[in-house]
């Protein structure tokens, strides 16, 4: 399979997760989107580590060249919760004081 | 066309038609059912990909506990399905030209690029998806961020319950 379709996979996955924040305006539709984008990422980073991992198999056999990708996969997983379990806390804090989730209302957060 | 193509196309159909109804949808509830259906479909492709720890940790925390967290807080701040204020046409519009056309422009780039042009990329071979590989690695070479991470958990929890509480 060439590395180009899963290229043009994740951007098309990414750019409707850019589409999705610049659309919508419920904060949590936003969130999701940029979850989106996220695992577009990740898809990307496991597909460009078998890309490499291919090319080094064809040398040496027991060689693990390409397992970084994935490591950082499961970190980017790991960040990923965390930031929506912090997030989620900041959009029902922001729906208790405003009674609302719009985007909009979170540019009067100067005062 | 091979088996592995068949499955390629239709699971990433699957993702671009599933991740097209997340913004679609008016009710958010239907928005997260859809986002799920994406991460199936793109653990899916972790399969094809031999990247078997990554599809099942893909399932297990986006699908199982992340989306259950957004429905969660959905269901808790119980919005009403037409209490969304709709953005304007002219913006919806400017939003999705501007989707389009990073989309356009990344994939003229992409096609031009000649470090990515004949580049095939292991299918169904190797070894480094495995849990064992991939374990060795984690608690060898990244051992130091391994336990980071753990405390960046416990300070992600702290900093939950203290802006969930006031």
Not at chain 2, 113 to 120: A, F, L, V
Not at chain 2, 135 to 147: C, M, N
Request: charged share 10%.
């Amino acid at each position: 399979m060439p590395i180009q379709y899963y290229i043009f996979l994740c951007l098309a996955l990414f750019s409707i997760g850019v589409t999705g924040v610049l659309t919508r305006r419920n904060a949590i539709v936003v969130f999701m989107c940029i979850e989106l984008m996220l695992n577009a990422v990740n898809l990307l980073l496991v597909a460009f580590s078998k890309m490499f991992h291919g090319l080094a198999l064809a040398t040496d056999a027991t060689t693990t060249v390409g397992i970084e990708g994935q490591v950082f996969v499961f970190f980017i997983m790991v960040v990923a919760a965390a930031e929506v379990s912090v997030g989620l806390a900041i959009i029902v804090m922001m729906y208790r004081n405003t009674h609302s989730v719009d985007i909009n209302f979170l540019n009067r957060l100067k005062n | 066309m091979s088996i592995l193509q068949i499955l390629f196309f239709a699971l990433s159909a699957f993702a671009i038609g599933s991740a097209i109804m997340v913004l679609v949808s008016k009710n958010p509830i239907h928005s997260v059912l859809w986002l799920i259906l994406v991460f199936f479909a793109i653990s899916g492709h972790y399969i094809l990909l031999n990247a078997q720890f990554l599809a099942i940790v893909n399932i297990i925390v986006y699908a199982g506990a992340i989306m259950v967290l957004f429905l969660f807080v959905i269901m808790l701040i119980n919005i009403k399905k037409d209490s969304e204020p709709q953005k304007q046409f002219l913006v919806k519009l400017l939003g999705v030209l501007a989707g389009g056309s990073f989309l356009t422009l990344l994939v003229a780039l992409i096609r031009q690029t000649e470090q990515m042009q004949g580049r095939q990329l292991l299918m169904k071979d190797g070894v480094i998806g495995l849990i064992h590989p991939l374990g060795k690695v984690l608690f060898t070479d990244y051992v130091v961020p391994f336990e980071i991470s753990s405390v960046l958990f416990l300070s992600a929890m702290v900093g939950a319950v203290i802006i969930g509480k006031k």
